[in-house]
């Protein structure tokens, strides 16, 4: 990598305390009358358990580089997203964003500096934009919110520059959203995002609430937006086939941890690591992976991973010495990193 990281996470924690059931109400339930039933569930207090849903990931990004964050639903993408928009606390290591470490960024002052140089564009647009304001308020919001542009007229002439951007008529200043189209509404979350000038945009699934035609226009807007602004991307996604065509390289994210880090042009021929191949081989829908392989459909639970490799349970290739060792992402003799022993070992 040439340009200078715009993104460097480095061996980042985020952790969620859940309380959980009663453990052992289930076993006494069948046993005890209701009113014992209810004395029981007032006095055992649930179990504190801590969901690892980052756990110890590093990665970068490079100026105007798209990295594609890909892995099934629970593995931690969105966790991380929002750990670098400081939306979740990141309890041990770093992550930067253009040199801002995000773990210390506190008071408004800091949090303005930080958003004017990373903005995120959630899954759903219907959720994350106010239906009752105008596209200008929606759109300008951060301008005004960041103390970016005061002036009226500027904001307008911003606002305009911004949906032309996005391939939005400036006719839809005065409109507002209720009756967009989701793929609109992505537009018009996008040119908010952009609003400030970011160096980095994180996009969570910004795709997967589209019909097809959409996606594909919101996908080509991307690229776009890429060569015209030198942006820098962190492309959530779970489809890996949407995804290829606008990143550079992608991260593959299993349970909290990355597993493979490689180039997209001829992707599917690079993949080594076995999670990485079921997903690659499971295109279009990473949710259809349980077909390839009867082990695909072992779900392990978030409370308890397994040891070692936490792809031991499901992976065709498992020796004795991956139920026992967790393996590393390095690269080794490989042309990119990857944490497999089995991969390593026959390099
Ligand atoms: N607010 C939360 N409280 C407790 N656990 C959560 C919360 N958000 C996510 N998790 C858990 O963290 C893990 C990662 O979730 P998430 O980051 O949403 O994954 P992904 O975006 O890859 O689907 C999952 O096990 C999920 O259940
Ligand atoms: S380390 Fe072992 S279990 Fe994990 S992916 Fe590689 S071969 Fe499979
Ligand atoms: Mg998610």
Redo the contacts with the bound molecule.
Sequence with gaps: MTALPVLEVERAHVR???VTDRVPFRKVNRTLSEPLRWLYRAVVPGQRIQ?R??DGVSLEIAEGETLALV????????????AIMQL?RVVKGSIKVDGINVREVRGGRARRRLYRTVQMVFQDPRESIDPGLDVESIVAEPLVGLGIEHRKKARRARTIELLHQCGLPASLLGERPGRFSAGELQRVAICRALAPAPKLLVL??PLSALDLSSQAQVASLLRQLQADLGLAMLL?S?DLAATRHIAQRVAV?YF?QIVEVAPTTDLAARLLHPYARALISAVPQLSRLSQTDPRMAIQPS?LSPPPGCRFHPRCAEATDRCRREKPKLKQGQLPHPVACHVVHDGA
């Design positions: 969620y305390d859940i969901v849903a980052v892995g099934e639903s629970g593995s931690g993408k969105t966790t991380l997203g929002r979740e969570d699934e959530i779970h994210m909290g978030a």
